[in-house]
T-cell receptor, first 119, second 114 residues
């Protein structure tokens, strides 16, 4: 299995530009998570999907951030317009979670991350 | 919302010394997970604890889940340079749409001096 695949690995852009981060989860996984990691704030959960449906987006910083999961094998995180304070490592992770009453949290498999620098 | 607090933030040890990091929650956790992130890498799953008072071992690593399921610890015996990295605990959401949510502690950065 190739694992969770993220692209690009590195992104350098100028303030005000649109940034799109991409993620391909592990085949067969039904949950997908977007995390942001900075020294100051650690690993923050931005949004997660279950069966392609956004379940909780309370961690999305503001309206400049949006995420989609059009099918089970692809997700995007978009920032428009980008700002210097968005600079961070963005991780995508997937898992095979059982659902229903009393969800069981299964282990997360993380991608290698996208290092975003907004100048 | 659900939060897990982790201490210490940093730990510097000499190779061969032991290391422990602690994770605390204000609410009861249904389970807790531990991850390791090497410098420049991504978090990698180590273990999940589910039962009250559970203790699990992986070679030199010992993981414990408190009796009240509100705290957990990771202990490394006789650290090696390969143990360098950040260790995170992660706990689930309290319910509702938070069921599948996994919130990470701040992490403990371990450095090992040879």
């Amino acid at each position: 299995d190739a694992g969770v695949i993220q692209s690009p690995r590195h992104e350098v852009t100028e303030m005000g530009q649109e940034v799109t981060l991409r993620c391909k989860p592990i085949s067969g996984h039904n949950s997908l998570f977007w995390y942001r990691q900075t020294m100051m704030r650690g690993l923050e959960l931005l949004i997660y999907f279950n069966n392609n449906v956004p379940i909780d987006d309370s961690g999305m910083p503001e309206d400049r951030f949006s995420a989609k999961m059009p099918n089970a094998s692809f997700s995007t995180l978009k920032i428009q317009p980008s700002e210097p304070r968005d600079s961070a490592v963005y991780f995508c992770a997937s898992s095979l979670a059982s659902t229903g009453i009393g969800w069981a949290n299964e282990k997360l498999f993380f991608g290698s991350g996208t290092q975003l620098s907004v100048l | 919302g659900q939060q897990v607090m982790q201490i210490p933030q940093y730990q510097h040890v000499q190779e061969g010394e032991d290391f422990t990091t602690y994770c605390n929650s204000s609410t009861t956790l249904s389970n807790i997970q531990w991850y390791k992130q090497r410098p420049g890498g991504h978090p990698v799953f180590l273990i999940q604890l589910v039962k009250s008072g559970e203790v699990k071992k992986q070679k030199r690593l010992t993981f414990q889940f408190g009796e009240a399921k509100k705290n957990s610890s990771l202990h490394i015996t006789a650290t090696q340079t390969t143990d360098v990295g950040t260790y995170f605990c992660a706990g689930p959401g309290a319910g509702g749409t938070s069921y599948g949510k996994l919130t990470f502690g701040q992490g403990t950065i371990l450095t090992v001096h040879p």
